[in-house]
């Protein structure tokens, strides 16, 4: 029997504090990607909208890692960058199927508007609170809110300010894709068995990098984590 599920204000009020957790740490994500951006040339408003309308952090970053590596923004490199965000967003129609209990059961508007903004944290927190016992799938929306709004300010607040402070590689910022990763990482592994996809990750990365590409090391390692991931589990159920 499928629970009855609601979406409402009040359940919006209690994602969004509890989104706020994720607040500092996206921010100063977001003013990490700000000083790069301005670093790469991008203007306050065109790092601003890369943000609203991309929003995903990790998938910025590597796009401007291949826009820095290219003398020219030729149409090569605009489908390279295409290519790369839906490969480093993929993840999301997997994320998206695992909330279709409470999603499935409100409007579309209301389920893409929640989808559109989902981040991995508010992710994992959202499906913490479902088997808890958490009905309201204004939930979803709130613990997403919270950490987007984080991420635009912290934008806005990096590409401004990043006329005025030194480079932000020079200051390890540019880090905070690696420890963001990390650490959702850890907060993913599950079993022993995950040693493996993640060893063929860093063994792709390493490769690529040592070929010197290093700015694609993060979509090649994803693919190849991936792809390790999908033939282990179809071995596993034809067994």
Do not use: H
Not at 75 to 88: E, Q
Not at 160 to 172: D, E, I, K, M
């Amino acid at each position: 029997m499928t629970d009855v599920v609601s979406f409402t204000r009040a359940g919006f009020g209690r994602g969004f504090r509890r989104g706020m957790a994720f607040g500092p740490g996206v921010f100063a994500y977001g003013l990490a990607f700000g000083l790069v951006a301005d670093q790469a040339g991008f203007s306050p408003l065109q790092a601003f909208l890369f943000s609203l309308v991309v929003y995903s952090g990790s998938a910025q970053m590597a796009t401007l890692s291949i826009l820095a590596a290219g003398t020219s923004l030729t149409a090569s490199i605009l489908w390279s960058v295409v290519a790369l965000i839906l490969v480093m967003n993929a993840r999301y129609v997997l994320f998206g199927a695992t909330l279709r209990p409470w999603l499935g059961q409100v409007s579309p508007l209301k389920a893409y508007s929640t989808l559109y903004i989902l981040g991995d944290g508010n992710w994992l927190m959202s499906l913490n609170a479902y088997e808890n016992g958490e009905r309201d799938a204004g939930f979803v929306l709130g613990s997403a809110m919270s950490p987007c709004l984080a991420w635009l300010a912290g934008t806005a607040a990096g590409s401004v300010l990043g006329g005025y402070a030194p480079n932000p590689r020079v200051l390890g910022l540019d880090f905070m894709l690696i420890a963001f990763s990390a650490a959702m990482m850890v907060g993913m592994f599950r079993q022993k068995s995950d040693w493996g996809v993640m060893a063929v990750a860093v063994v792709a990365a390493l490769g690529v990098t040592w070929l010197g590409s290093p700015a694609w090391a993060p979509v090649i390692a994803g693919i190849a984590g991936g792809l390790f991931a999908w033939m282990r589990f179809s071995e596993a159920d034809a067994a």
